[in-house]
């Protein structure tokens, strides 16, 4: 009897706090994924991954030494490669929000920061402005941003999360644009986007700029809250387990109560104690939502008093010899104009499918493919010499036995045998 008080007793207390860190584990479980991204930023091949540092800077316990180092390479390295672009004028919208977001997040001056573009200086912020102003147009002219709606989204939270008022005619597009339902990822809708919409767009909400068109923009965050709520699975994910993250910051940075996540967080702590977040920029979008917190706190964090705890116990090197066991992989491509060829391929059990494609390129089956490096890793860009490009909004669509992959060519581990179609698709 005395203990089903207690059971009681203890089940009403965790109702009361469903997202709250009740447990030492769970804080432990944060711990763990803060070294996890911060030893990444060892081992980090090609550029500094803005989206890690937000994270990190996010989080409630800090390495400060390592995060400043991090903050310098992000000044050299990525501000290098963003004035490049910028230079040859490619869009980076999504790369200078992320940046700009970085950048706050260590409470650093943005007014600092400036790229040279055809002889003149500007500031970020002035570069960002004007990369929102040229995927305004081209939504006007060809109903689609220049890159795509996510990073549209990133851009508006990052200049109103400088304190910098975003041009109604930008943010209305957005406003449209959730109107229209037009945020799609492939074929399916986009979780993620309508995350990313909602922190943006809650942002200009709390800004009080948006004067003009408040009802609307009541009613696109309204809409927002509803297709993330309507994206949520029985086991707790909303859309899949890797937009789940940016769903419950938005969620969190629309007012909603915690206790509206409670079953989303819990099924990310589950996956993280898992292990199924090995890539660092899927870590870097789910810990702001473990933390309860929201890439829109960038707004008013103040960096003062910072618990400086975080340390990296240096770790057993692990060996990981190649499975001697092997499992039949049929790689099947199919061309934009339709034609499929078939390639079979013995893999070791366990490997990346990147893996399994190099293994297949140095059989001279005929097969070759390409890669362009990207912050979650590889994405697969060219395949028997043909090229799926984004300027033609086409790209390879991965799939395994008819089910769309959900990771990439690098995190995708193949167990078992299977075929693998890949698809030059459009979008
Ligand atoms: C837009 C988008 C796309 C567009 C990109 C082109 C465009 N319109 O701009 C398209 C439709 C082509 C696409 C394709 C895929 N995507 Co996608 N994509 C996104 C989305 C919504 C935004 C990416 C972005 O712009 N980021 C901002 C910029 C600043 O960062 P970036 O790294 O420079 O962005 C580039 C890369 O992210 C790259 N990219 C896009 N998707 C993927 C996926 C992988 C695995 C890699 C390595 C790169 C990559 O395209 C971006 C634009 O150039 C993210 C959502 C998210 N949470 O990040 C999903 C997301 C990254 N995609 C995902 C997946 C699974 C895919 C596919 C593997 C789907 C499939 N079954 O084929 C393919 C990639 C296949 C390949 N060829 O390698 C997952 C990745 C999860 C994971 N653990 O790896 C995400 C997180 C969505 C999700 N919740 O499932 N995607």
């Given at each position: 009897m005395l203990s089903l008080v207690i059971i009681t007793a203890l089940l009403a207390f965790t109702r009361g706090k469903?997202?709250?860190?009740?447990?030492g584990s769970n804080s432990e479980l944060l711990l763990s994924l803060s070294k996890d991204l911060l030893r990444s930023l060892d081992g980090q091949e090609g550029l500094p991954n803005p989206s890690v540092h937000l994270a990190l800077r996010l989080?409630?316990?800090?390495n400060l030494v390592k995060e400043s180092e991090h903050l310098n390479r992000l000044k050299n390295h990525l501000h290098n490669d963003i004035q490049n672009s910028l230079s040859n004028s490619q869009s980076v919208t999504g790369l200078l929000a992320l940046y700009t977001l970085a950048l706050k997040s260590s409470c650093?001056?943005?007014?600092t920061i400036t790229f040279a573009v055809s002889e003149t200086r500007e500031t970020l912020l002035t570069h960002l402005k004007k990369q929102m102003e040229l995927e305004k147009e081209h939504i006007a002219f060809s109903h689609r941003p220049l890159t795509n709606y996510y990073q549209y989204s990133l851009g508006v939270l990052a200049l109103c999360a400088s304190g910098i008022r975003v041009n109604n005619h930008v943010s209305n597009k957005l406003i449209k644009a959730v109107e229209h339902e037009h945020f799609r990822h492939g074929d399916t809708e986009s979780t993620d986007m309508y995350a990313m919409a909602g922190m943006a767009l809650q942002c200009v909400k709390d800004a009080?700029?948006?004067?003009?068109?408040a009802a609307e923009l009541d009613t696109a965050l309204s809409k927002i809250k509803q297709k993330l709520l309507a994206a949520r699975r029985t086991d707790g994910h909303i859309g899949n387990e890797f937009s789940t993250g940016l769903a419950v910051q938005a969620l969190l940075a629309m007012g909603s109560p915690v206790a509206e996540c409670a079953a989303s967080m819990e099924a990310m702590r589950t996956d993280a104690r898992a292990n199924k977040y090995e890539n660092p920029m899927a870590v870097s979008q789910i810990l702001p939502a473990l933390h309860?917190?929201?890439?829109?706190?960038v707004k008013v964090k103040?960096?003062?008093?910072?618990?400086?705890?975080?340390v990296l116990e240096p770790l057993d090197p692990v060996v990981v010899l190649p499975s001697t066991t092997k499992v039949a992989v049929m790689v099947e491509v199919v061309t934009s104009s339709g034609t499929a060829a078939l390639y079979p391929v013995d893999v070791p059990k366990g490997s990346s499918l990147l893996e399994a494609l190099e293994l297949l390129s140095a059989k001279n089956d005929g097969f070759t493919f390409e890669k362009e490096s990207s912050l979650w890793g590889?994405?697969?860009?060219?395949?028997n010499g043909e090229q799926a490009r984004q300027s033609d909004r086409r790209y390879w669509h991965l799939s395994s036995d008819g089910t769309a992959l959900s990771q990439g060519v690098s995190d995708f581990k193949i167990e078992a045998a299977q075929k693998i179609a890949i698809k030059n698709t459009t979008y």
């Open positions: 469903p997202c709250a860190d009740t447990e989080s409630n316990s800090h650093y001056d943005l007014n009080g700029s948006h004067v003009h068109n309860q917190k929201s890439y829109l706190t103040e960096c003062l008093d910072e618990d400086d705890t975080l590889p994405f697969l860009s060219a395949v």
